[in-house]
Nanobody
């Protein structure tokens, strides 16, 4: 099994910054894509940013130029640096990893973090 633990959410004023982290542990052979999603009240969960094992990143249009995703493969961790935060960024943020698991190293599974609340006040 694989567990994902998120940290770094909180309350911040508009224009401020937060950094989210998500670390994986367990029966990991390799981690392929790492991603951040968010879900605001009454809305569907949406992709915020994702990064491949090779380091290629893509972003939702709404966060381009303000958010940066990065990963530390040695630590099985992904980060989301969020700058110039807006009230509309308020949501629960979830990480999702695509993991090739041990012992077979043949199959990929997706795992989700527990979610961390980000609240941006105006």
């Amino acid at each position: 099994q694989v567990q994902l633990v998120e940290s770094g959410g909180g309350l911040v004023q508009a224009g401020g910054s937060l950094r989210l982290s998500c670390a994986a542990s367990g029966s990991i052979f390799s981690i392929n894509t790492m991603g951040w999603y968010r879900q605001a009240p009454g809305k569907q969960r949406e992709l915020v940013a994702a990064i491949t094992s090779g380091g290629s990143a893509n972003y939702a249009d709404s966060v381009k130029g303000r958010f940066t995703i990065s990963r530390d493969n040695a630590k099985n961790t992904v980060y989301l640096q969020m700058n110039s935060l807006k009230p509309e960024d308020t949501a629960v943020y979830y990480c999702k990893f695509i993991v090739t698991t041990l012992p077979t190293a043949r199959y990929e599974y997706q795992y989700w973090g527990q979610g961390t609340q980000v609240t941006v006040s105006s």
